[in-house]
């Protein structure tokens, strides 16, 4: 019992979720709380008064419960203190069948119930129906017995047991102690007669014969081996369970009645080791349990492995106090318990009085109190012979001398005029009841799973919604079985992108007259829709630990329409126009992850993964971020601390104008092989590193490829137009984290290796390059300043025998305003008619490739330099305007100069301006929508190549995810 205080009001809970409450509803601890006035309501209503048979209610109540279905269910309204504001619970639900069940060991509370129903699922809908949204359903079955199992303690409710037999599973015997005591029939209280008003006889029951003696002494423990099927349990179970390692945790496989059958449940699981624990209350009761583990993590890992998923896990260390607890009632295990420190149950000044040694022959004598039916002690000796050491109240705190000095330092300082929301215990109270014990291992009671109980609690299914918390494609429950889930995303992406830049023009396929330049300012348009679809089915418990399979599948719904000014640049036919519109469908994910195994408690991993997935080599996508054909191992050590990945990747060819997966084309014969490794807070806690080995093997030297678009690919339309083998390998290093406001992200390539001839020589060539990146960044508020640093290294000699170019394999960079700035959106060419850019679309390397969906690494090109200045402005939660300003340079114009047969070329490319803005009106990443421009102001350099037109570029982007 618990008491609250409220300002001018004392309020009473009371918790039943213990056996010795003398009425156990199986998983059940809701008490409600009356205030005064609902019980001055209560009153008015003619709940309270002389002149209302408040004791015909109860009785009534009592023969409900004696002739209710067994195999039936009922709704538990509430918990309350006295028998007026149980009946006032009538009103408050509007229901018409309400019955008061009296607590067996709390004479004041009553359980208020409601109804008789044949399965949980229909007083689960009728609860529902009432407008309960949590609510206790409770088997009446249990109900019924728990309360028989109580006469021996309190003979008030005897009276409608002495018909229950022990049959089958259902069995409900009386405990089988060595000390019981036996009912006379007078002593019966007869139910009720219809018609007549139900009373409930006032004298106390007695009990008849003389006190039964024990038979023996208690058992010792001893390490006797387990006993054989059809014999009584040997002590060896609870040897076991002493000796358990403290702080441990085991499995409860069942709750069996019959010795033999608790052996039999052995046979079910692949254990080698089985205990049979007796019931400390009820006969011929036991709990089959197995194993020790040192976590709960670990025992419910070791549960799944056998496949017992409704097994309970329980703590060892409670097991035993609670069969400590029992002892004054069960001799049976007083002895196990000697010299076990007994866990306080209420107050901390309570002393501890499980342990003693009972003197059986002066309790078998001695005169015990009996209840009357108000629940009060009856004065007079009753000649009951059950030997229980708590059958009357006794003083909790023997020790403790009632003065006014000990009452003060009892109690704890209280603040000023604040009040006392929590009751504390007199501990001078000498007629305060002993606090109620728990029984070992109750039955648990039937309730649904942790997925469904969504449903229980009211919550629809909305397959609309995915944040509706029971929508079954986003995961909230299992498609099938009890770890199966599934997850559906859709995601669409609209662009429309107006833009201009120089384009290459042939005289032969120009529709201007009189035009001869190679070079023509083009204005053009494209609209892109992408619709992803993203499906995930797998298996696991979607909280903690990895799932166990994961299969996924990413289809790509693609439509793009183009329009320019001149023929012959979107098809190497010029009849084909100036517009193209078409459609593709590509495989950007199709792959199974496999989780091999667990190496701690905290879910450190190894996995295994094959299929086209994606991959990044480093934070922001600098050498490769693509969604390729591959086999991975990846996984955690040290609590996330340390992550690993080995991979291998053989490229897919890409549709010429969506850049999505072909999967109806042949691999590649282009080879990746990734070693990589990350470390958290490494150097200093919010920063984190990592170290990379990549290796490029390309064997496409005599590859001969036309895009779709029937425009040469492979080899490039470069120098001398020849087709080349190259193994490439590149020590990186990178690292993105902060310094307490200070941001920072970098990434450093050396790239080496040899390829079998140059672009422009036809003898082998060495390659020896490097890269740099960073970028820092600082916030103030809601705003971030950002400055940004790029060098690629360029070849000084393109005849010579050295590349010293870099060149990445399929680089995304996420840098210096990403896909909004124009040089590294656009795919700017270089040269009228052989279809060679300067740098492709979303890269910021000049590598003079053909192609970089379709191209090879080209390790002879100019390089470049950037430096770059940002601001992120976060104006509200939804709205985001970012500027940013680059300067450019080519690191060596050598290979420029050679390309265009044109000399002094300047270093400057010029100045690139970008602005966006980022709306969110939900402030999720469910509806964005982005508006950019770009415009690269053209440098010496970049007017040596294609005159003084300013190119630019804008972009309209909306994305819609499910």
Known sequence: MTLVINPGTVLRTISVSLVLTGIVLPGFTHAAVYSSQQQNHAAQNGRSGGSYDLAGEAANAEEWLASAPSDSYTIQLATVNGLENCLATKKKYQVDSMYCIQSSTMPDSYFAVHGVFPSRSVAEQSAADMGLRIIYVNYLASVQASRCEMPNMNPRFSGFCTELTAEGDKAMAMPNIAMQRTVTPAAVVPKPTAGAPKQITSPPKQVAGPPKQVASAPEQVTNMPKQAAGTPPGPSADDWLLSAPANSYTIQLATIYGYEKCLSVQAQYPIDSMYCIPSSSVANRYFAVTGVYPSRSQASQAADDIGADDAYINYLPRVIKTRCEMSDMDPRYRNICDGTEIAQVDSPAAGSRMSEAVDTASIANKPTPMADETGQQSGAPAEDTWQAKKTEPSPLHDSVECTAEAIAAAKQRRRPNYPVLVYEPDPCNQNRLAPPKAMLLPDPAPVPDRWRIVDALGYEENLWDPYSNNNPLKGDKPVFGKEWFINLSAISDTVYEPRQFPLPVGAATTTDAGQLDLLTNSDQYLLNENLIVETVLYKGDTVFRPPDHEFRLITVFNVNHT???????????????????????????????????????????????????????????????????????????????????????????????????????????????????????????????????????????????????????????????????????????????????????????????????????????????????????????????????????????????????????????????????????????????????????????????????????????????????????????????????????????????????????????????????????????????????????????FEDLYGDGTPFSVLGNLILTY
């Open 563 to 941: 329009v320019v000014d001149e023929r012959g640049l979107l098809k190497a036919d010029p009849a084909r126009g100036t517009e193209r519109t078409e459609g593709f469908i590509g495989i950007q994910g199709a792959f199974w992850d496999y989780h091999i195994r667990n190496v701690s408690d905290r879910y450190d991993f190894d996995s295994f993964r094959i299929g086209i997935q994606p991959f990044s080599s480093d934070f922001r996508g600098f050498l490769f971020q693509d969604n390729q054909f591959g086999v991975r191992f990846f996984g955690i050590r040290d609590n996330n601390i340390f992550q690993y990945n080995l991979a291998w990747f053989r490229r897919l060819e890409k549709e010429s104008n969506s850049g999505l997966n072909d999967i109806t084309e042949s691999l590649r014969d282009d080879d990746i092989f990734f070693a990589n490794l990350y470390w958290q807070d490494f150097p200093r806690l919010g920063f984190n590193s990592q170290a990379s080995l990549t290796y490029n093997r390309n064997r496409e030297a005599d590859d001969f490829y036309f895009d779709h678009n029937q425009f040469i690919a492979r080899p490039s339309s470069l120098g001398f137009e020849r087709g080349r083998d190259y193994d490439i390998g590149y020590l990186g290093l990178s690292g993105d984290g902060h310094f307490g406001r200070n941001n920072l992200t970098y990434s450093a390539y050396y790239a080496f290796g040899d390829q079998s001839n140059g672009v422009f020589t036809n003898d082998k060539t060495d390659v020896s390059a490097y890269f740099l990146a960073a970028e820092l960044s600082r916030d103030y508020d809601w705003i971030r300043a950002k400055a940004s640093f790029l060098h690629s290294s360029g070849d000084d000699d393109p005849f010579d025998n050295k590349e010293r170019g870099f060149d990445a394999i399929f680089e995304n960079p996420q840098f210096a305003g990403g896909d909004t700035a124009f040089f590294i959106r656009q795919n700017v060419p270089l040269i009228g008619g052989g279809r060679v850019a300067l740098n492709g679309r979303n890269s910021i390397i000049p590598s003079l490739r053909s192609s970089k969906e379709h191209g090879q690494s080209n390790f002879t090109n100019p390089g470049i330099t950037l430096i770059g200045l940002g601001t992120d402005l976060d104006l509200t939660p939804q709205t985001r305007l970012s500027f940013n300003f680059n300067q450019m340079w080519f690191d060596d114009t050598s290979v420029l100069e050679l390309a265009r047969n044109q000399t002094n070329i300047s270093k400057n490319i010029g100045q690139d301006l970008s602005a966006a803005l980022i709306w969110r009106p939900l402030a999720t990443q469910n509806i964005v929508f982005r508006l950019s421009g770009a415009v690269l102001l053209p440098g010496s350099g």
